[in-house]
Each structure stands twice: as structure tokens, then as C-alpha cells.
């Protein structure tokens, strides 16, 4: 929300905020020009102060409204700073800049998206050493830096192009195309021949999805593949509901499976070739469980406090651990090095792979759950209900509520070890967590969270239980103390 106040004439602007998913506001509000290369300036004095000029900068952008001009504006205020840039060609998925980053040996990288979010917004996310979501110590500095700046140094882009100071990467996606089929089991995709059908859902990662899986041999067409700043009107996340039409063409199609990702490619959305969703958390714990028992890769998972409790189940059924770390992939790459796990992910639909990106990455993992079929010989619903089975059911259910600052404040007070306060649940808990919103574990390992979104004004609510009348029931009440709270 765009909170600008007039004093003495002036307006002054709100301060920046960086959230889990980097900085986004509203197009037109906060989300222009004065503030983008506001951002840009501080990444700039940043990089100064830190001595980290001898590297360039890469930045990409997806399709959203404004994003490709607003890379140009970040990349001239870049080069106005006499730091050198490298920029995209065409539209790219935040997986690629994460991997450029991170095999260039760079610094920082910029990419100019809002993820999922609702089409009016946008945002920049920073990517820093070895292709990592810049940490809560980066970001916290760039916001003090916002609102120290007076003066944006700025070069128009054309100059910047004739300086030499920024430069065109004209194919980019070679490095990342050729890393992920150099770890595929491409024999096996080639010997099935899948026919796939990808939503893109008017997203960047077209050409990356389209190479892989067209050099492995496989049948691919693809749906919502243009540039529409409204995503066809729906949000551009590979969700149950905005994956209906993608599940009805799969059926229709007789494809063998099909994708969605969301707007800058790093989440993913399967659908079953008989039309079934296949959830996030499904998605998580087939691949752990293929790589793990079908690609030999020992080791534990990772997880954020809002995602299944399957996969811990799955891993100590494997003989293995399964770390919970708080929402942010940040946490979970960095508890992916310390493990050395062979996955992470989260509920949401981001995961990555021990030795790919430190990052969410829905082409690779698209591969891998092609690869997947393909070696199994069994549908992605055949396999979990095979591991439900083994390891126990779960229901996993959500909820969203908008709030507004004055109630994200109120909450935040709730949401204290000191404060103390909980819904009145109809089963005894068996402890309480305050590491990231309020999450309350039962003996029977199912669980409920209630957390503040770090990337939009809302409040979300996750519960799991081994019937889905006790998930929902968990979030009524909480529903209900929150309501009775006011």
C-alpha cells in the first residue's frame, strides 16, 4: 500500500522494505522509477563501500508490466556508478540469474520480478555470491542505504551501452541448459518419449522448458505462452485452481503429464495425466524419495516450518533426517549446505537440488520429475499414494486473510513466546514454535502455523492433519482467536 504523506508541500515516500521474496510494491504507487533507481543507487553504494566493483552485475527481468524498463533504469544507474553490467537479452527466469551469478563467480545479480503475486505488482530481487537470495543482513543494509540517498547518478542506457559499461549477454541459458541435462538421465526420457503439455502461465520461462525437453525427445506444447501483463486475468502461480484448464487439455490432450510455473519460473505445478493436481508437497516428497532410492542420493531434507510433515516421515523411514528452517529460501539453502541434504523445498512449489542453483528452480525440477516417470514406469499419483500408504495420510489445507498495518502490527504481538495466547484447540498440543508466526504441533503429527506473508499484505495459515476435518478445524480456530482478539 502506498503510504505517502504530504509534509510542508513535499511528499515524502515511504521506506523501502525488502520481505522473503526480495522488494515489490504496488505498479504506480511505489513501483516507479524514482523508487526503482532509488534501489538500484543503494545496491551501487553498496557495492562501493564493499570494494565488490570488480565484478559486473547481472540483471534480468520477466514479463510483468514495466519489468524491462525498469532493468534498463537499474542497470544505467549502475553504470552511472562506473560498475559494470551485464544484462539480459530477452526475458529470463530467476533460476538463470541465480545460476549465472553463481558459475560467473559474481557478486550480485538483479532480477526485476514479483514472483506470484497479483499482476499489479512488480519488484527486484537480489541475488549475491554463489547465486544465493541475498540474506536478511543484505537487505536490512540496502534499506538503511535507501533512505540515506539524495542523489541518483544515472547514465542514460544508450550511453551506458557505447561506454562499454553495460553489455548484452546474448545467449545466456547455454551454461544453465547444458548443467541440468548434464546431470539427466536423458537415455531414459528419450526411450519413453513423454508427451508434455506446459502453462507457462505468460511467464519467462519458456525457452529453457521448450530446449530441455525438446532434446530429450519429448512431445511438447505449451499453453499461455504470450506476453500478457494480466496473466489472463488469473494469478500467476501453478496452484489447483489456476492449473483447472491446464488439467482439463492434459485429459483431453492424452499427454503423459503436464507443467506449470509461475511468472519468473521458479515454482512449479504438476498435473497427473488423468487430470489430478499433484500438490507441492507431493511434489517434494516424490522427488526426495526417486533421488534418494532410485538415483542413490543419500542424505537428509530440508523443509520450511509450513510444509508437509510427510517428507520427515518419508526421510526417518529412509533412515534419514528432515530439518525445518523458517519460510525463505534462503534458510533453506543455507541449511542445505550444512546438511549436505539432498533437497529442500517448501509448500508453496519452490525446491532445488543438492549441486544445482542455491535457489527454487521449476525447470530443473520439471526434468527431474520427467526423469522420474520415465525410470519408475509409474504415474506421480500412483507413487504417492504408494508412499501414503507406507508412511501415513496427511491433509493439507490453507487459508488467506488480508490484513492492513494496523492489524499485521496487532498480530505480530501475538505472535510472542512472551504473549503466550493460543486458539483453544479441541486436541492437546504437544509444544509450541514462535521461530516464524505461531506454529503449534500435535502428538499425532499434524500441525497448524498462522504467519504473516513476507511478500504480500496478507495472513497465512497452513494446517496439516491425518484427517482433513481436524486441518480444517485448526484454522477455524485460529480464525476464531484472531477474531476474538480484536
Known amino acids: 500500500m502506498n503510504e505517502e504523506v504530504l509534509v510542508r508541500g513535499a511528499y515524502v515516500r515511504p521506506p523501502v522494505r525488502f520481505g522473503t521474496g526480495g522488494w515489490r510494491a504496488v505498479i504506480g504507487e511505489d513501483f516507479e522509477k524514482q523508487t526503482i533507481t532509488i534501489v538500484a543507487q543503494a545496491l551501487a553504494d553498496r557495492i562501493l563501500a564493499m570494494g565488490q566493483n570488480d565484478m559486473p552485475v547481472v540483471i534480468g527481468y520477466d514479463r510483468r508490466f514495466l519489468s524491462d524498463a525498469a532493468a534498463r533504469w537499474a542497470a544505467g544507474v549502475l553504470a552511472g556508478n562506473g560498475i559494470a553490467v551485464q544484462m539480459m537479452k530477452r526475458s529470463a527466469p530467476t533460476p538463470l540469474i541465480m545460476h549465472t551469478v553463481m558459475k560467473k563467480g559474481l557478486h550480485y545479480g538483479l532480477e526485476v520480478t514479483a514472483s506470484h503475486n497479483p499482476p499489479v505488482y512488480n519488484g527486484i ?202 519460510v525463505g529460501f534462503k534458510h533453506i539453502s543455507a541449511e542445505i549446505d550444512k546438511r549436505e541434504a539432498v533437497l529442500g523445498g517448501e509448500s508453496s512449489g519452490g525446491l532445488t537440488v543438492r549441486g544445482h542453483i542455491h535457489g527454487k528452480d521449476s525447470v530443473y525440477a520439471a526434468a527431474l520429475f520427467v526423469e522420474m516417470i520415465c525410470r519408475t514406469g509409474k504415474r506421480p499419483g500412483q507413487m504417492i499414494e504408494e508412499l501414503r500408504e507406507k508412511y501415513g495420510r496427511s491433509f493439507f489445507v490453507e487459508c488467506n486473510m488480508a490484513v492492513s498495518d494496523v492489524q499485521r502490527e496487532r498480530i505480530m504481538q501475538l505472535f510472542t ?70
Open 417 to 486: 513466546k512472551e504473549q503466550g495466547c493460543l486458539p483453544a484447540f479441541a486436541q492437546p498440543y504437544e509444544k509450541v514454535s514462535y521461530m516464524d508466526g505461531c506454529k503449534v504441533y500435535f502428538p499425532d503429527d499434524s500441525f497448524v502455523i498462522c504467519r504473516l506473508s513476507g511478500t504480500e499484505p496478507l495472513l497465512r495459515i497452513f494446517a496439516e492433519g491425518r484427517c482433513e476435518g481436524d486441518a480444517e478445524a485448526y484454522i477455524e480456530a485460529w480464525k476464531l482467536f484472531l477474531a476474538e482478539s480484536k
Open 125 to 326: 530481487k537480489v541475488i549475491v555470491d554463489e547465486g544465493r537470495d541475498a540474506p536478511v543482513s543484505v537487505t536490512e543494509d540496502l534499506e538503511k542505504r535507501c533512505a540515506l540517498i539524495e542523489n541518483v547518478r544515472e547514465l542514460p542506457f544508450q550511453e551506458g551501452l557505447s561506454a562499454g559499461l553495460i553489455t548484452i549477454l546474448n545467449n545466456p541459458f547455454n551454461d544453465f541448459l547444458d548443467d541440468i541435462l548434464g546431470i539427466l538421465d536423458t537415455d531414459a526420457i528419450r526411450e519413453r518419449g513423454p508427451r508434455i503439455l506446459y502453462d507457462s502461465m505468460h511467464g519467462s520461462s519458456t525457452y529453457p522448458i521448450s530446449v530441455i525437453f525438446g532434446t530429450t525427445r519429448c512431445t511438447i506444447d505449451q499453453i499461455h505462452g504470450n506476453k500478457d501483463a494480466y496473466f489472463g486475468g488469473i494469478m500467476p502461480a501453478p496452484t489447483k485452481d489456476t492449473l483447472r484448464f491446464l488439467a482439463d487439455q492434459v485429459v483431453a490432450g492424452g499427454y503423459d503429464i503436464g507443467f506449470g510455473v509461475d511468472g519468473d519460473g521458479d515454482r512449479l505445478g504438476v498435473v497427473d495425466a488423468d487430470g489430478t493436481y499433484i500438490s507441492a508437497n507431493d511434489i517434494l516428497v516424490l522427488l526426495y524419495y526417486y533421488l534418494h532410492e532410485y538415483k542413490g542420493w543419500k542424505g537428509p531434507a530440508v523443509r520450511n516450518i509450513a510444509t508437509t510433515h510427510l517428507l520427515d516421515r518419508v526421510a526417518h523411514g529412509l533412515g534419514e533426517e528432515c530439518y525445518e528452517v523458517p
